[in-house]
């Protein structure tokens, strides 16, 4: 074993070598400010790419190459990882995926929140034809394996079950998952305990995954649950990043620094627990959280059930209402319709404002009435709520140990009124928290968005400019950056990221696109 692994090391130093003693590149970056995504500080250079990778950094004043990009007055960083998507469909349905590259993402990493697809060995072979222009990761999703081996039953799973679950987990690690998420506040996963999550878990520890969660709850009952999924991995050996962190509600508002000295606290006992975050104030899913999971269980169909007998509604009310009291808030007029499918005039307003559509009285008791009649429907409405601070969500962001996330898909561009996180969620934070507010250097920002997140999900090639290493690069001016897209217009794509290179191919060029679709699949390292 010691004689093999010394074999591939010497091959591994002979490539070194020869790529970077050439002189013909396929590509050549001249002239930039180099920040290599390792949050040390920033260097001027020129990189050579050849054959998809970073050949060379350095001084290139004799070399070739069949195109020179002249980076002079520019930054030159690795391209974004996103390690918080859900892109299951989408990426299929719009493999160019442009809302994505023209805000610098070159990888994403879906199947968060619970949610993923049941073989993903079918799926990357989906992606593979699909020929998509971003690299594409992802994990195993507890709700999926959940659903699958138990319908959306409220009840612990059978020794049988279990065992069924723990195979389907393992399964998706041997096919290249680099983790295992939950989606607590969704059902089914909000009907599991903490130890059937253990077992499943400990399932990714032989492949070095990593467990990401959607916890349990948001609100004033965020401490219990960030110490519920650091429990998790501690129990499973694994790692633990907590998705797209927030405290959500007027009543908890002001309790992030509470979090963060946590999170320290669970650190400083030697828990490898992180976090990703998205910069916005208001969060995106479906209109079924406003419903107490319990009266959710078995599905639409039993909802609609439970809301015809007088007296089962009148319970679910009242959990309702106590949903409501947990935020502090009075109505919802914070709740805003992303996507009706049967009604798109609903799209882009408030509970409030459809509650008086319908010639309703105003507040939370007749709003309550016009969201039930919403579900009743039996599809899904997706929303956004608007229920954090903007002091909560900088005191995140300045946290070194969070990372950049959309959780964010691939909408169709110009349909539904989405959340703008889809399309400028990398912009945002290089111009308005970066370059204007100056919550923290470039240099951090990049590594937030770049080094830490490879390192975290184990991309062994990516988000660091060094050589041998996958060559997906960004070029920007950071006085130019800017996210466009908005809440009353969120169809808009960043601008100012000038270029994006994927696997070495130009994707982005002087801010146009140019459908390269270079992008691959990513696998965890231990996969079959």
Known sequence: MKVQSCIILLISLMVGVSISAQNKYDLIIKNGKI?????????????????????????LNN????????????????????????????????PEAKNLVYDGVTTMITGNCGGSRSNLQEFFEEIKKKKPSINVASLIGHNTVRRTVMGNDNRAPSVEELEQMKEMVRKAMEDGAVGFSTGLLYIPGTFAKTDEIVELAKEIAPFDGIYTSHIRFQDGRVFESIA?????????????????????????????????????GFREEGV????DQYPYTAASTRLGVTIPRWAQAGGMDSLKIRLKDADTRKRIIKGMEELQANLAFTDYSYAYVAECPWNPAYNGKNISEINKLKGRAAGQEQEIQTILELMEKGQKVQMIYHYMSEEDVQNLMKY????????????????????????GTNARVLARYTRDQKLFSLVAAIRKMTGLPAQRFHLNDRGLLLPNFAADLVIFDPQKVQDIASFEQPHAY???????????????????????????????????
């Open 494 to 528: 960043s601008e100012g990221l000038d270029y994006v290179i994927v696997n070495g191919k130009v994707s982005i060029k002087e801010g146009k696109y140019l459908s390269s679709r270079s992008g691959q699949v990513l696998k965890g390292p231990y996969s079959r």
């Open 35 to 59: 920040i290599n995504g390792t949050g040390n500080p920033w260097y001027y250079g020129d990189i050579g790419i050849y054959n998809g990778k970073i050949a060379r950094i350095g001084q």
């Open 63 to 94: 070399a070739e190459a069949d195109e020179v990009i002249d980076a002079k007055g520019r930054v030159v960083a690795p391209g974004f990882i996103d390690v918080h998507g859900h892109i299951e469909s989408s990426i299929l349905e719009f």
């Open 272 to 275: 490898d627990v992180t976090i």
């Open 228 to 264: 519920e999924a650091v429990d998790i991995g501690k129990q499973a050996g694994i790692g633990v990043e907590i998705s797209h962190i927030k405290i959500k509600g007027k009543k908890s508002w002001g309790g992030s620094l509470k979090m963060l000295e946590q999170i320290r």
């Open 400 to 423: 070194e140990g969070t990372m950049i996330a959309s959780d964010g898909g691939i909408p169709e561009f110009g349909k539904d009124n989405p959340h703008p996180r889809s399309y």
